[in-house]
């Protein structure tokens, strides 16, 4: 138990910027292992954004409140998927070679297909969030920081690395992840499921739903990534976070809007 929440503290301060205990420690080899809590993390992430946008809700209009809420996301994480995101939208968006891309995928510079990225997803998040009955934005958050991350760790689980292995940024990441830790990243989203079904039976089609469509999601980016790149790089477990995280909003909005 002692090692699994160290696992746990790895993948947090792997992920955002958040403190760890000393005693944690570091190991390469327990950065791969703590991918299976990489959905842990996004629960994390999606209850701190909850927290700023219910009391955002206090002084400000929902819309504001989404705003600020989404701020905190990125402030917590230091925008490390949105990086990806756009990473992938530069080497990817136009016809050129694998190389090429890859060289793209590098360069710390951001280009007008990032940029557009970006400010595209953003707005869309912001957009759908804003939609959603307020007592279901905290619900969204938390299942959708949770799920993406998971969806981003089965490219790790069922895609061999594209990039440079022995320049790459998380070294440890480029090793293939074990059916187990798959798994169990896979229960930290039914728990988180299993307590919104608890709490409302009713929004089963809306919850199940948008789990269909981070599975679409995640298949879809596998698929994309093997064909142009021959596998995945880090930028791309960002954005499929980044992709797979509107795919809940979107797919609740949608569901709620016409139960």
Same mark, same amino acid.
């Given at each position: 138990?002692?090692?699994?929440?160290?696992?746990?503290?790895?993948?947090?301060?792997?992920?955002?910027?958040?403190?760890?205990?000393?005693?944690?420690?570091?190991?390469?080899?327990?950065?791969?292992?703590?991918?299976?809590?990489?959905?842990?993390?996004?629960?994390?992430?999606?209850?701190?954004?909850?927290?700023?946008?219910?009391?955002?809700?206090?002084?400000?209009?929902?819309?504001?409140?989404?705003?600020?809420?989404?701020? @905190?996301?990125?402030?917590?994480?230091?925008?490390?998927?949105? $990086?990806?995101?756009? $990473?992938?939208?530069?080497?990817?968006?136009?016809?050129?070679?694998?190389?090429?891309?890859?060289?793209?995928?590098?360069?710390?510079?951001?280009?007008?297909?990032?940029?557009?990225?970006?400010?595209?997803?953003?707005?869309?998040?912001?957009?759908?969030?804003?939609?959603?009955? @307020?007592?279901?934005?905290?619900?969204?958050?938390?299942?959708?920081?949770?799920?993406?991350?998971?969806?981003?760790?089965?490219?790790?689980?069922?895609?061999?690395?594209?990039?440079?292995?022995?320049?790459?940024?998380?070294?440890?990441?480029?090793?293939?992840?074990?059916?187990?830790?798959?798994?169990?990243?896979?229960?930290?989203?039914?728990?988180?499921?299993?307590?919104?079904?608890?709490?409302?039976?009713?929004?089963?089609?809306?919850?199940?739903?948008?789990?269909?469509?981070?599975?679409?999601? @995640?298949?879809?980016?596998?698929?994309?990534?093997?064909?142009?790149?021959?596998?995945?790089?880090?930028?791309?477990?960002?954005?499929?976070?980044?992709?797979?995280?509107?795919?809940?909003?979107?797919?609740?909005?949608?569901?709620?809007?016409?139960?």
């Amino acid at each position: 138990m002692r090692h699994e929440l160290r696992l746990f503290f790895i993948a947090l301060q792997f992920l955002t910027r958040v403190p760890v205990p000393r005693w944690v420690g570091w190991r390469d080899e327990w950065l791969h292992d703590s991918a299976r809590h990489f959905a842990a993390v996004g629960l994390v992430v999606g209850g701190v954004c909850a927290a700023v946008y219910h009391a955002a809700l206090w002084l400000w209009s929902p819309a504001v409140a989404v705003g600020l809420c989404i701020a @905190a996301g990125l402030l917590l994480t230091g925008a490390f998927h949105e $990086d990806g995101l756009a $990473d992938v939208c530069d080497g990817l968006g136009g016809a050129v070679s694998r190389e090429r891309a890859l060289a793209i995928m590098k360069d710390s510079r951001i280009g007008a297909y990032g940029a557009i990225g970006i400010a595209t997803m953003l707005g869309l998040k912001a957009a759908a969030l804003a939609s959603l009955p @307020a007592g279901w934005v905290a619900a969204a958050l938390l299942l959708a920081h949770s799920a993406s991350r998971a969806a981003a760790v089965s490219l790790v689980r069922w895609l061999p690395y594209a990039g440079d292995l022995e320049h790459a940024k998380a070294k440890p990441l480029a090793q293939r992840l074990s059916a187990a830790g798959a798994w169990v990243s896979c229960a930290w989203v039914l728990l988180v499921a299993a307590v919104l079904l608890a709490w409302r039976p009713a929004a089963a089609p809306a919850v199940l739903g948008s789990l269909l469509l981070v599975v679409v999601c @995640a298949v879809a980016c596998a698929r994309w990534f093997r064909r142009r790149l021959g596998g995945y790089t880090g930028d791309c477990l960002g954005a499929t976070q980044q992709l797979a995280e509107l795919s809940v909003y979107l797919g609740l909005l949608a569901m709620l809007r016409h139960a």
